[in-house]
């Protein structure tokens, strides 16, 4: 007899709660990153183009910084009174940061006060996520037996890539349908305003969800045993740290292709704008690939092969498409790295959760989560201005990537594997890459 803890229909109706409630968050949280430039011109008006893109970043990675934050207070509070509850907590929270960040004035309108409610709108916005990442992964996690939970948190990852590229599609069609000027003016906020469309369905149906879809007849992993002493604890965490670090980092550079492919191609607005929204929409599928494969193979070469193929495929991409920057290979560039990049996040994002101790849980994978995003993620753009700035070389891009796909790569061969023995058995497994 089906129970309700194994009901697949519940567990169906969790991964949409979790997945759309996600995408929401990061929709809105993202397409900050794609306006970029706009939003600068808004808040910090500069005759100095660089100063008022580098004040607009620096808001921007602000958000960055509420994340622990947000992963320690309401992943906490997800942990003692139920993961729903968490999810629920964080969804209003963002609603309030969208619609204060879309509604303020600009500089030319209420003076200081503008860049001010900006930057606290972005800080209510990270804190939100801070609490959502770890709420919503686990809470998917939980709603399905072990054999399935790659395929479930690869919907974590995947929710991500859905509102990148729901964020590019809308930035595209606004900026062929909206000139520089209107763009500046009234596009960004367009945007940022759509996400909030889905918010009433997206709280309507966690409302709906019981707090605590746990699986508690699942036996312990081998690495929640490991994870269980100080020692191992703190293996996990670094390990998933760098990971996530990687992953991050690799997802803020691929979001970072509009004002790339603007500021230091000189390529017009629309080709960036098609640049994400083509890099979004090849990670959203393979994402799901991902976690499909993890569930098949196991974690761990879900996790290593794909992450060797995309730091063997960054230095030959990128030299063929500086050689010769045209519209075409700005596209295939983007299709190519972020499919190769996202795959092997769906896996981690698995092995990680499940290497973490169920009472803690959500706070344990927020905070792992939150602190390389914060620290990693949230500085990418600005470092990448910098550099690009300084140098004057646009091959700088190509090395950060490369050096924190490496990085990625070195975390994931030592990470063990959490997959159920019944995958890890089957032929397909590859013997060299099990634990």
Not at 186 to 196: D, K, Q, S
Not at 284 to 312: E, H, S
Request: charged share 10%; aromatic share 10%.
């Amino acid at each position: 007899m089906t129970t309700p803890a194994h009901d697949p229909r519940l567990a169906r109706r969790a991964v949409v709660a979790a997945t759309c409630g996600n995408a929401l968050e990061f929709y809105d949280f993202v397409t900050y990153a794609y306006f970029a430039i706009q939003i600068g011109h808004t808040f910090f008006p500069s005759v100095n183009h660089y100063l008022s893109l580098m004040g607009s970043l620096a808001t921007f990675g602000a958000g960055f910084v509420a994340r622990p934050v947000g992963a320690w207070m309401i992943g906490g509070y997800a942990d003692r009174h139920g993961r729903k509850r968490g999810m629920f907590l964080s969804m209003m929270l963002m609603g309030v940061g969208i619609v204060t960040l879309a509604c303020t004035p600009g500089y030319a309108t209420i003076g200081i006060a503008a860049p001010i409610l900006a930057i606290a709108a972005r800080l209510c916005q990270g804190f939100a996520l801070g609490g959502e990442v770890g709420a919503a992964t686990t809470y998917m996690l939980e709603s399905v037996p072990p054999e399935r939970r790659g395929w479930a948190s690869s919907w974590q990852n995947s929710s991500q890539m859905i509102a990148f590229t729901v964020g590019a599609l809308v930035a595209f069609l606004l900026s062929l349908w909206l000139n520089d000027d209107q763009l500046g003016r009234y596009g960004w906020r367009i945007a940022l305003l759509v996400g909030t469309t889905i918010l009433p369905f997206a709280l309507l149906i966690r409302r709906s969800l019981p707090d605590h879809p746990v699986h508690h007849d699942a036996p312990m992993t081998e690495a929640e045993h490991l994870s269980a002493t100080r020692t191992g604890f703190a293996r996990i965490v670094v390990l998933g740290m760098l990971i996530i670090g990687a992953g991050t980092t690799t997802t803020y550079i691929f979001l970072y292709m509009a004002t790339y492919a603007q500021n230091t191609l000189h390529l017009p607005i629309w080709v960036g704008m098609a640049g994400d929204l083509a890099n979004n929409a090849a990670g959203m599928i393979t994402a799901i690939i991902g976690g499909w494969l993890c569930d098949r193979v196991g974690r761990r070469p879900a996790m290593i092969w794909p992450q060797l193929a995309f730091v063997i495929a960054i230095m030959p991409m990128f030299t063929w498409f500086l050689a010769a920057p045209t519209v075409f290979a700005f596209m295939a560039l983007n299709i190519v790295l972020s499919g190769l990049g996202t795959m092997p996040f769906s896996a981690a994002f698995t092995a990680v959760s499940e290497s973490l101790p169920r009472h803690m849980r959500s706070r344990a994978f927020a905070l792992v989560y939150t602190i390389p995003v914060t620290t990693m993620g949230g500085t990418t753009q600005l470092n990448l201005a910098w550099l690009l700035h300084h140098t004057g070389n646009p091959a700088v891009l190509a090395w950060y990537l490369m050096a924190v796909a490496c990085m990625g790569l070195a975390a994931m061969l030592f990470l063990p594997e959490t997959a159920p023995m019944s995958i890890r058995r089957r032929p397909s497994t590859a013997p060299l890459l099990a634990q």
